[in-house]
C-alpha cells in the first residue's frame, strides 16, 4: 500500500497487513505522518514544554454530589 504524508507530501510504501494500513483503510478519518515530520515534531513539542510556554488546557470536571 502506499500512503502519503500529510505535512510534507512524501509517497512511502508500507506493508498491506500492518496496524497502519488497517486504521487507514477502515477509518477514513486518520492521516498518515511520515516518520520524518513525526519526530521533527515531537522534538519540536518537547523543547516547548520544557521551555514553560507550553499550556495544555484541560477542561475542568464537575463534581456532581451524587
Aim: proline content about 5%; glycine content about 2%.
Amino acid at each position: 500500500m502506499k500512503v502519503k504524508c500529510v505535512i510534507c507530501d512524501k509517497i512511502e510504501p508500507i506493508d498491506d497487513e500492518s496496524l497502519i494500513a488497517k486504521r487507514l483503510r477502515n477509518r477514513p478519518i486518520h492521516t498518515y505522518m511520515c516518520h520524518d515530520c513525526s519526530t521533527r515534531i515531537a522534538e519540536k513539542t518537547n523543547a516547548r514544554i520544557d521551555s514553560g510556554n507550553f499550556h495544555l488546557f484541560r477542561p475542568k470536571s464537575d463534581k456532581d454530589e451524587w
